[in-house]
């Protein structure tokens, strides 16, 4: 650059106007030739003319991207082509369909006379896209169940949901297109938004789609209200007298252990337990023959209890010579 503007400054005031206008006449020749060119007829070439496919969007929605345009040969006049190539001011081509959701598609060549009409006085050559293809779907109104996502830690630990989830309400109605509807399997899933729950649960939500289907479905509410109670599983143990069964008089313990019963039980059922005599139940008819041992049996197991663990939950069997 700067050898350039060092070559142009040893030039003299005269040869700088020379230059001037002997580019001034390349610019004019140039822009004659061009705008000559340009007036001819008879250019062939392959451009990309805008479609709009019409349907009634009460009735049915597309679950894609509509095909915008499709590549046809023209040929015609200069200036014609360079606005078509350019796309400037092209109305779009429309292609009515009465019942788009019986078929996905369309030959170019059902709207090739309409398109030849629509795009005069360029010539339509040849139609280059040969199928139009597009996803559009019944619009239909659906009743499906709202359900609580119990795939989170809901509770906290030891807590446990008493009786049913109560939700209001508990079906909703649902419009959008059958392709999408079919992803959701019959239910909406409310998230409470929380986790460790322990105490009752009163509170109305907002009925939320994922981003994917907001924009396809519509929903006839737009909150829920979720209510349960809880109640804590308390952990409790007792030590448990043994109570043999069967035993022939030449066999007996090898020891004498302190049998201890552990449970869950539920924290409303606390007051039930005294009405119960817990026993380490040893049946010798069902001791393990493969190493004299015997296992320990708790009578009763009332249902309101949990978790039952015993320690120890095998004793040995000693028998007399």
């Known amino acids: 650059m700067a050898t350039i503007k060092k070559r142009f400054s040893n030039l003299s005031p005269q040869k700088i106007a020379n230059l001037k206008v002997a580019a001034l006449c390349f610019l004019a020749a140039a822009t004659f030739w061009v705008l000559n060119a340009l007036n ?17 969007t009460e009735e049915f929605m597309p679950v894609e991207k509509l095909p915008s345009r499709i590549k046809v040969e023209v040929n015609g006049n200069g200036w014609d082509l360079l606005r078509k190539y350019f796309k400037v001011n092209e109305a779009p081509f429309l292609i009515e369909i009465n019942n788009p959701s019986t078929k996905n598609y369309i030959l170019t060549s059902e709207i090739r006379r309409g398109l030849a009409e629509s795009i005069n006085p360029t010539n339509l050559v040849s139609m280059v896209t040969d199928t139009i293809t597009f996803n559009i779907d019944k619009v239909v109104t659906r009743k499906i169940k709202v359900q609580l996502d119990t795939t989170s830690n809901l509770l906290a630990r030891n807590y446990n949901i008493a009786g049913d989830i109560e939700l209001d309400p508990s079906i909703v109605n649902i419009k959008g297109p059958t392709s999408v509807l079919q992803k959701l399997d019959g239910m909406i899933t409310v998230s409470l938004g929380e986790t ?10 907002p009925l939320e789609l994922s981003d994917d289907l907001r924009e396809f479905l519509t929903l006839d509410e737009e909150s829920v209200h979720v209510k349960f109670d809880v109640y804590q599983m308390l952990e409790g143990n007792k030590r448990l007298k043994i109570k043999k069964l069967n035993f022939p008089n030449s066999v007996s313990l090898a020891e004498e252990p ?4 552990r449970y869950r039980i539920d924290e409303r059922r ?11 139940v ?3 008819y069902n001791r393990n023959r493969n190493d004299s041992t015997v296992t320990v049996q708790v009578n009763p197991k009332p249902p309101f209890l949990e978790n039952i663990e015993i320690d120890p939950s095998v004793l040995k069997l000693k028998y007399d010579e």
Do not use: W
């Open 258 to 261: 302190s049998i201890v019963m």
């Open 40 to 56: 001819k007829d008879n250019y062939t070439t392959l451009v990309d003319y805008p479609i709009e496919i019409v349907f009634d």
């Open 270 to 280: 606390v007051q039930d337990l005294n009405n119960f005599e817990f026993e380490a």
């Open 196 to 205: 460790r729950i322990n105490k009752n649960y009163n509170k109305i939500l």
């Open 282 to 284: 040893l049946n010798y």
